[in-house]
């Protein structure tokens, strides 16, 4: 998977395990997951936070387990919308998940540090959709990426506005979170 701005996009974890994906029948592997606590990943981001990311991609080295990484990450088919005040940002367990269990799809809260894409179709059907490419800064220190494609009759009714820009405060649900790069955090190592 390909994101423009992957140079953009870092965000410290403690690479805690990696979960070989299960044998399936056909002798293939399902594929393999991952989970990090991630550090320094915005005020709201709880010590004991834990992500579970499924390696779409097989970008995770499993000897590097128990080590300081740097992941680029891209939230992909996300629900966005504006926050309201008082702005957060970091990682958050959605309603009903237990804050200790590794989240798979935490609610992601944080600025918008760069708007890359913002694509609203109105011809091709009777309702509006958008595609946008975003980069999403969580701290002075972790931006992740978000591209999403959304569509309602209003797209301005669905995130809060016409347009994203960079600063907006926004959230994003539902996000499944693709691993674009692992490498070694150099700094702690």
């Known amino acids: 998977m390909r994101f423009n701005a992957l140079n953009q996009l ?5 690479y805690e ?7 399936h029948a056909d002798g293939r592997r399902y594929l393999p997951q991952i989970v990090v606590t991630p550090l320094a990943a915005g005020p709201n981001t709880a010590p004991s936070t834990r992500l579970w990311l499924v390696d779409r991609h097989h970008r995770a080295d499993p000897t590097m ?4 990484v740097i992941v680029r990450l891209l939230c992909a088919l996300s629900v966005i919308q504006l926050q309201t005040s008082p702005f957060r940002a970091g ?13 798979s799809e935490p609610i992601v809260y944080g600025r918008v540090a760069d708007v890359l894409t913002w694509e609203v179709q109105r011809e091709h059907l009777p309702f ?3 595609y946008t490419e975003l980069v999403i800064s969580l701290s002075d ?3 992740i990426g978000l591209r999403t494609t959304l569509s309602a009759p209003r797209i301005a009714d669905l995130i809060g506005c016409e347009r994203l820009m960079t600063g907006h405060w926004i959230e994003a649900r539902r996000s499944r979170i693709d691993i674009l790069m692992m490498e070694a955090d150099t700094v702690t190592a």
């Open 128 to 130: 509006e959709t958008l």
């Open 91 to 103: 990682f958050a367990p959605p309603p009903n998940v237990a804050p200790e269990t590794p989240l």
């Open 141 to 143: 220190e972790a931006t």
């Open 65 to 68: 387990a128990g080590q300081n």
């Open 10 to 14: 870092s965000l410290r974890c403690r």
């Open 17 to 23: 395990q990696f979960i070989p994906g299960a044998l």
